[in-house]
Antibody
Framework: QVQLVQSGAEVKKPGASVKVSCKASGYTFTSYDINWVRQTTGQGLEWMGWMNPNSGNTGYAQKFQGRVTMTSDISIRTAYMELSSLTPEDTALYYC??????????????WGQGTLVTVSS | DIVMTQSPDSLAVSLGERATIHCKSSQSILYSSDNKNYLAWYQQKPGHPPNLLIYWASTRESGVPDRFSGSGSGTDFTLTISGLQAEDVAVYYCQQYYSTPLTFGGGTKVEIK
C-alpha cells in the first residue's frame, strides 16, 4: 500500500539544524509532490512547503523562506526537509504528506507517521 | 493568507446521533473556472497523523464510511457525521488548497456524550 515512513525523533539545541527524512513506497515516487506540515499545540497544523521529486522544484511558505530546504533522492525514494536556525518555537511534530489530485498543493493522502523535533538548550 | 475558522472547538454527541462541524474561510475558495470548492476534511486520532476524509468539499475518499459527508460552497462549509460511532472520536480539521500558503482550521474535537 501507499506509505510514507519518516525518520525518528530528534533533540536539537537552539541555533542548530535538523534534517527529517520521508521514505515512500507503494507508488511511483516521481509522480507526486511531497509536502511538509508541522503540528504544534499552539499553532495547530502549519503548512511549510512542497517539493517535486521529479524536477526538484520547490515552494516554501513565506514564514520559512530562508530557513527550510526540501530535497529528495530518487534512487532511494526519499524526501528530506531541513530546517535551520532552530528556536524552541520550532519544537513540533513534523509530517510529510503526498499531494493528491495533481499539482503541488491539493489535499494530502497519505501522511507520514510524524517526526518529533524538540529544540531545547 | 486565507484564514480557516472552525466551530465549535469541541462537541459531545451521543452515539448514533449527528455531529455537525463548521468551517469558514476568510475569502471564497470556490474557483470560478472549474466551479470547485478547494476544501478538504481530515480526521486525526490521538497518536496518529491526519487521515483524509473528504476533498473538493464533498467528495468522500475511497474507504471512508458514508456517514461522513461534506457540504457548503464559497466560504461556508460543513462536515456532518450521521450516526456517530465510538471510533469517530477524534479531532477534525478543514484545509483550503485554493492558494498558498495552504491553511488549516484550528480543529474540532468530537467526543461521546
Amino acid at each position: 500500500q501507499v506509505q510514507l515512513v519518516q525518520s525518528g525523533a530528534e533533540v536539537k539545541k537552539p541555533g542548530a539544524s535538523v534534517k527529517v527524512s520521508c521514505k515512500a513506497s507503494g507508488y511511483t515516487f516521481t509522480s507526486y509532490d511531497i509536502n511538509w506540515v508541522r503540528q504544534t499545540t499552539g499553532q495547530g497544523l502549519e503548512w511549510m512547503g512542497w517539493m517535486n521529486p521529479n524536477s526538484g522544484n520547490t515552494g516554501y511558505a513565506q514564514k520559512f523562506q530562508g530557513r527550510v530546504t526540501m530535497t529528495s533522492d530518487i534512487s532511494i525514494r526519499t524526501a528530506y526537509m531541513e530546517l535551520s536556525s532552530l528556536t524552541p518555537e520550532d519544537t513540533a511534530l513534523y509530517y510529510c504528506a503526498r499531494a493528491s489530485g495533481g499539482g503541488c498543493c491539493n489535499w494530502f493522502d497519505p501522511w507520514g507517521q510524524g517526526t518529533l523535533v524538540t529544540v531545547s538548550s | 493568507d486565507i484564514v480557516m475558522t472552525q466551530s465549535p472547538d469541541s462537541l459531545a454527541v451521543s452515539l448514533g446521533e449527528r455531529a455537525t462541524i463548521h468551517c469558514k474561510s476568510s475569502q471564497s475558495i470556490l474557483y470560478s473556472s472549474d466551479n470547485k470548492n478547494y476544501l478538504a476534511w481530515y480526521q486525526q486520532k490521538p497518536g496518529h497523523p491526519p487521515n483524509l476524509l473528504i476533498y473538493w468539499a464533498s467528495t468522500r475518499e475511497s474507504g471512508v464510511p458514508d456517514r461522513f459527508s461534506g457540504s457548503g460552497s464559497g466560504t461556508d462549509f460543513t462536515l456532518t457525521i450521521s450516526g456517530l460511532q465510538a471510533e469517530d472520536v477524534a479531532v477534525y480539521y478543514c484545509q483550503q488548497y485554493y492558494s498558498t500558503p495552504l491553511t488549516f482550521g484550528g480543529g474540532t474535537k468530537v467526543e461521546i456524550k
